[in-house]
């Protein structure tokens, strides 16, 4: 499942929404291509123990779904708005943490060389 781009919806999401909602959202509210096979989505309900996951592969979505029995997810609270995360970034979301690490190591995507 390992994927090139990563959205994450902020903000909460309804999570009785199936693939087809997920796929409104993604296409409506975050204004991105839904069948993008490099890409997944990732959605959090009001209490942020449980989290949606969908994709496309060649013949159709996949919709994974998790609840966590114990602690809940640092999620961004801004409204209406998408976000593409780093590899790392989903990591720490899903261990737990936020996804701004202050003291983490920034990656850079171009240096200038003198």
Sequence with gaps: ???EKIYLKTGRTDM???IDGLAGTVI???GLEVCDKDAMFIFCGRKKDRYKILYWESDG???LYKRIEKGILKWPNELEKALQLSHQQFRWLLEGLSIDQPRAIQEIKR???I
Excluded: D, N
């Design 28 to 30: 409506e509210e975050m």
């Design 61 to 63: 979505f996949v919709l």
């Design 16 to 18: 009785r929404r199936g």
């Design 1 to 3: 499942m390992e994927r």
């Design 111 to 113: 240096v200038k060389i």
